[in-house]
């Protein structure tokens, strides 16, 4: 009896852990207001960490180690997050990732409200670890 209430307690303490993929080499292209809107190759060289809580009532992204500044995310499904965040005057982030079951990660981003800053991104990258 010990033993099976050992292994439940187990189980139990596994799945309270945080669903997280690191995701690096994300490439794509951007259309931004500072070329024109012209389309342009865009990447990240640093490393990302999506999270989700496994309630799903939380997620989280970092980059290079740091957290999503004025962007708060919230899982979509168990493989997907979606965040948003407003700055002064009307402007505002948005951005997604989905992790596909081949290891590919889907982000996309739009930023309107920040004059030359403003554009959308589309990017896929590689997860190279999921914990």
């Known amino acids: 009896m010990k033993e099976i209430l050992t292994v439940v307690l ?9 669903k997280c993929w690191t ?12 070329n024109g809107y012209k389309q342009s190759d865009d ?3 640093g490393k990302f960490v ?3 809580e496994p309630s799903y009532n939380s997620a989280s992204v970092q980059y290079n180690g ?11 499904r168990p493989n997907s997050v979606i965040g948003y965040g407003e700055g002064d ?3 505002f982030t948005i951005s997604q990732w989905t992790i596909q079951p081949d290891g590919t990660a889907l982000f996309t981003k739009t930023i309107h ?14 997860v190279n670890t999921s914990y």
């Open 10 to 18: 187990l189980i139990l303490s596994g799945s309270s852990v945080a």
């Open 23 to 34: 995701v690096t080499d994300l490439k794509g292209v951007s259309y931004a207001q500072s």
């Open 43 to 45: 990447a990240f060289n």
């Open 50 to 52: 999506i999270c989700i």
């Open 66 to 76: 740091l957290d999503s500044g004025d962007v708060t995310y919230q899982p979509l």
């Open 89 to 91: 005057n009307g402007a």
């Open 113 to 126: 409200g920040y004059g030359s800053s403003d554009s959308v991104k589309a990017m896929v990258g590689r």
